[in-house]
C-alpha cells in the first residue's frame, strides 16, 4: 500500500536506520576540507542527496563543484514546454546552490536532453573527463550504481568511466536517490497479486544493500533548515508551477514518504577508492 506507515514498516525503518547508525563512519574535520565534485542528473539531485554535506564541507573550506550532466527539461512536458523547464530549472539549480554556499562559476551545466543522456554516453564522458582535468578533485559524488531511473545510473556509468581516464586516485561517494522508492521507506503498492513475491524480493534486496553498502554517514542536523531553503528553490519541483494536479511534486512521491528520506539528519553515502588511469 501506498504512504506505508503501518507498525511493521515504522519498526523496519527503526531498525535498519540503528543497525546503520552503529556501523557506519562519519567524516572527520580532515574529510570536510577534501576539495569536491558532485555529479547529478539533474538540478534538485544534489540538494536532495547531498545538501547538507555541501553546506558542511564549504563551512570548513573544502573547494566544491555542482555538475548537472541532464537539463531537466522533460520533468513536467505535458505542463509546460521543454525550452521553459530548462531555463527555469536551470536558474533554480543556481539558487539553490547559493543557498548551499557556493558561486555561481562553480556550478556547470553540461545540457545534455533530459531522458535522453544514455545516447550521449560518449560525449558526456569527454566532458566530465575535462572537468575532471581542469577542477582535479580529491572526492567525487555520484549516483548510486544501484539507481532505478536511467538518467541516474546512466550518471553514474558516465562518470565511472570518466574516472578511469583520469589521472588521479579520488575517493567516491555514491548517494541514493529513487532507491529509497522501497519498503519500508516508501509503501509497497500490491496492485497486482502475480506481481507480490517479485515486490518483495525486490524490497528485501533494496535492504540488505542499504545495510551492506551505505556504510559512511554525514551528520546534517545542524544544517537540515539550510538545507531545505536550498531544496525550496527548485520550486518546480516542490510547487505547482501550474495549478493543475498533474503537476507532480517531490511531496506527491509515495505521499510524501520519499522525500521525508531526504529531510533527515544524516546523509548516507557508499564509500570507495579509485585509482585513475597511469
Not at 130 to 138: A, K, M, N, T, V
Request: proline share 5%; with cysteine.
Amino acid at each position: 500500500m501506498a504512504g506505508d506507515r503501518s507498525f511493521f514498516a515504522v519498526q523496519a525503518r527503526r531498525w535498519i536506520w540503528g543497525a546503520i547508525k552503529l556501523a557506519a563512519s562519519q567524516p572527520d574535520d580532515n574529510d570536510l576540507r577534501r576539495d569536491a565534485i558532485v555529479f547529478a542528473p539533474h538540478p534538485d539531485d544534489e540538494t536532495l542527496a547531498c545538501g547538507g554535506t555541501i553546506i558542511r564541507k564549504v563551512r570548513a573550506g573544502a573547494d566544491v563543484r555542482i555538475v548537472f550532466l541532464a537539463d531537466g527539461r522533460h520533468s513536467h512536458r505535458r505542463m509546460m514546454s521543454g525550452g521553459d523547464l530548462k531555463a527555469i530549472r536551470a536558474r533554480e539549480g543556481l539558487a539553490a546552490a547559493a543557498v548551499l554556499g557556493l558561486p555561481a562559476e562553480n556550478v556547470i551545466f553540461l545540457e545534455f536532453e533530459d531522458r535522453h543522456l544514455q545516447g550521449s554516453q560518449r560525449a558526456a564522458r569527454q566532458r566530465v573527463v575535462e572537468i575532471l582535468r581542469r577542477h582535479p578533485p580529491q572526492e567525487i559524488f555520484l549516483p548510486y550504481s544501484h539507481e532505478t531511473t536511467e538518467d541516474h545510473f546512466t550518471t553514474h556509468r558516465i562518470v565511472v568511466s570518466a574516472i578511469r581516464r583520469f589521472h588521479e586516485t579520488v575517493r567516491i561517494y555514491e548517494y541514493p536517490i529513487w532507491f529509497w522508492c522501497h519498503w519500508p521507506w516508501a509503501g509497497m503498492p500490491l496492485r497486482s497479486r502475480r506481481n507480490i513475491p517479485a515486490r518483495v524480493k525486490r524490497n528485501c534486496l533494496s535492504g540488505m544493500r542499504l545495510l551492506r553498502d551505505f556504510r559512511y554517514a554525514v551528520y546534517v542536523g545542524d544544517v537540515l533548515e539550510q538545507k531545505q531553503a536550498a531544496l525550496r528553490q527548485h520550486r518546480s519541483q516542490m510547487e505547482r508551477l501550474v495549478p493543475d494536479p498533474r503537476w507532480r511534486t517531490l511531496r506527491d512521491v509515495a505521499n510524501g514518504e520519499f522525500l521525508d528520506c531526504f529531510l533527515r539528519e544524516y546523509e548516507l553515502f557508499r564509500r570507495s577508492l579509485r585509482a585513475g588511469k597511469r
